[in-house]
Every structure is written in structure tokens, then in C-alpha cells.
């Protein structure tokens, strides 16, 4: 009865609160710009995005906390939880990134999938974007500084993650790769030597370094590609949920959304790591098979 009356007593909280600003946001939209709420000087401020980011992180990190614990060979339900999840993702990027470059990069992959999708759902929260400071307009109220912003809506925030993508891959590729490995996969003349006509193949190499150019180009634009496409997306979300009163059903479909950026970011992330990254696991099937093979005969 008690766990009753505090759902109760949360809903008539949540009726007086948090319905208000949403009605009086109901059509506004969401401004491009995250607000600032403290001017440090010198051009220097802290906004509610960046607020938001740094509360859902550390939240994030007492969450995983307490449900793993200590670590038990008979899991708790908390740790099973997250072994659970840490495999289903293992599965899904080791493939992709390659076994040699995986210890590398898996941490970095798990963290950006867990801390995008959350910060995707954070503007699904009751107040999150709707209550704040703002003035009346023509008898109406309108927000101009909301308290809470979810990160990944404010454009520095996806710029951010696109640049420690992109730093990443470079670590991870150079050190797993090498220069010389990067430079064939970018220039090299893939084609089979004693299988092309010694005519064509002298021209193939010209077009695969035209190629090259063309891919650097592409690697020097996946920041700009990867921050906008996360952006473009939750901040349309956002605007959606707020242009139609945050109508119910949008809701699930923002829900989906956050789940599927958070996904495409990471996997975007690991397959530029795996184009380049698991050229060696082919190499070492290869010479693998080669003794197997010379055994057989």
C-alpha cells in the first residue's frame, strides 16, 4: 500500500511540475545552442548540456557499480546483467574490428554505445528541456534557458565524441596496423599480380593511388559525417517531442531512434577500425591453412 500511495503522490508531483512546461513549450521548438548557466570569463562557460553530461556519466558509472559489485564466480543478477550485455557486444564488434586490434578497442566501443544511449534517452525524461528560465510572448511562455539539456543535442557535445573516435582510431590503427600496412591498404595495388595482364597492371596501380586520395579525403571528413549524423538526429527528435506537446507514441519511436544512433556510432567507430585493423587476421588464416594444407598432400 505504501508503494502505492508514493506512485501517487510521484504522478500528482510530476502533474503540478513538470505538465506545465510542457504545455507552455508545446510548439516552441529547441533552440540550436546549448544555454549557458555559469560564465566562467575569458570566453569560458559551462552549459546545461554539458551539466547534463558530466551528472548522466557519473550516474552511469555508480549504476554499473552497484550492480556488478564484487565480482563472484556465482554471478548476482546485477553482474549477469552486464556479463550479458558485454558478451552480446563482444560478439557483435570482434568480428569487425578484428582479434588483434579487439583488446583495444572493445573498451572504447562499449563505453561509446552505453554512454551515447543513454544520453539519446535523456530527452525522454518528464522536465528534461521544458522546465527552465524563459518570458512571456503575446501571453504565452517560452523557454529560453532550460535547466537540463541532453548531450547529445547540443552540436559540441557529438563533435566531441567524433574527435575521440577518430583520435582512437588513429592510436589503435598505428599500433596494430603500423605505417606500412596504412599506406598499402590506402595506395597499394591490390590486384594480383600473376593474375592481371602485365599491360592493366601498371594502370591499376595508377587508379588505386587516385583512390587513396579519395579515401584520405573520406578519413579526414568521418569526424564532420559521424558528429552531424548523431546530432541531426536527436536534436530533430527533440524538436519533434516538443512540436507536437510530446505526443505518447513519439515517444517509442524516439526510444528506437536513440538505440539506433548509439548503435550506427559505434559500429561506424569499429568498422574503421576493421578496414584497415583486420587485414591481419586474413594474412594469418592464410598462412595457417597453408601448412594444413601441405600436410594433407
Known sequence: ????????????LFTAVCLPAYASSEGSGVPASAAKLINLGHGWTITNSM????????????????????????????QAVMESLIEGLKELFEPI???????????????????????????????????????????AFHMTRPFIRPHNSDFNGTIALALISFGAWAIIVFKIAGPKMILWDLFGNKAEKNETPGWL??????????????EV?????????????????????????????????????????????????????????GLICNHGDDHDHAHDDKPAAEASH
Open 51 to 78: 551539466i547534463t553530461g558530466w551528472a548522466v556519466s557519473a550516474l552511469l558509472v555508480i549504476l554499473v557499480l552497484r550492480l556488478v559489485g564484487k565480482p563472484q564466480i556465482l554471478p548476482t543478477k546485477g
Open 201 to 214: 597492371y601498371p594502370i591499376l596501380a595508377v587508379v588505386f593511388i587516385l583512390v587513396g586520395f579519395i
Open 217 to 273: 579525403f573520406s578519413i579526414g571528413i568521418r569526424p564532420f559525417t559521424l558528429s552531424v549524423r548523431l546530432f541531426g538526429n536527436v536534436f530533430g527528435g527533440e524538436n519533434l517531442l516538443h512540436g507536437t506537446g510530446f505526443f505518447f507514441v513519439f515517444y517509442f519511436m524516439e526510444l528506437l531512434v536513440g538505440l539506433i544512433q548509439a548503435l550506427v556510432f559505434t559500429l561506424l567507430s569499429a568498422v574503421y577500425i
Open 1 to 12: 500500500m505504501s508503494r502505492v500511495k508514493k506512485l501517487a503522490q510521484f504522478l500528482l
Open 97 to 139: 574490428v578484428g582479434k588483434k586490434a579487439f583488446p583495444l578497442a572493445f573498451p572504447l566501443l562499449v563505453t561509446f554505445f552505453i554512454f551515447i544511449l543513454f544520453h539519446n534517452w535523456m530527452g525522454l525524461i518528464p522536465g528534461v528541456g521544458t522546465i527552465g528560465w524563459g518570458r512571456e510572448i503575446d501571453g
